[in-house]
């Protein structure tokens, strides 16, 4: 059995004077971007069976704005994460959720999700040039797509396929 991994970095923020980091919350562009990655979404890959989404504003705008209705588990540790929390987190999913996940959806920051995203990706099967992609940028509202045969708690660095990413303009 494949499991789908998506990798999407929040939409575009707004930084409104006096609001912490952590409290920003989209700027109208992110909100238009932020659906259009629902969209694509919605064409282009498997449903998603759950969320794991970071707790910062603009991550939980972006998530309503893709208009995914899966089970989402908010987690502290996605805000401001190395990419070796990120992949601890995925290695968690099936502590999170009493269900099977085939297809996940992670919604992150960067520079987490660029690390996530390469350093997963195995020489076989990826994607030679959405590797090339990441690798000059990860941008707002960009969803990384890997797959794998490794259960979640089993992923680790060169354990995935990169075999697409989209920016959704």
Not at 47 to 52: R, S, T, W
Not at 73 to 101: K, M, P, W
Request: charged fraction near 20%; glycine fraction near 6%.
């Amino acid at each position: 059995m494949y499991r789908t991994l998506l990798l999407l970095r929040h939409a575009k923020s707004d930084y409104p004077p006096g609001v912490a980091d952590h409290d920003r919350p989209l700027a109208p562009r992110g909100v238009r971007e932020a659906g259009l990655a629902g969209d694509w979404l919605c064409a282009n890959v498997p449903a998603v069976d759950a969320v794991l989404c970071s707790t910062a504003t603009r991550t939980r705008e972006t998530l309503a704005r893709t208009r995914v209705a899966a089970p989402v588990q908010y987690r502290d540790r996605l805000y401001d994460a190395t990419a070796g929390t990120v992949i601890d987190e995925i290695n968690r999913v099936q502590s999170h959720f009493d269900f099977e996940v085939g297809t996940l959806l992670l919604i992150g920051h960067e520079p987490a999700m660029s690390g996530v995203a390469l350093g997963l990706a195995t020489a076989d099967g990826t994607n030679v040039a959405a590797a090339e992609q990441i690798s000059l940028k990860f941008p707002t509202s960009a969803i990384a797509v890997l797959r794998t045969r490794q259960a979640w708690a089993d992923v680790a660095l060169d354990g995935a396929a990169l075999v697409d990413f989209h920016v959704a303009r």
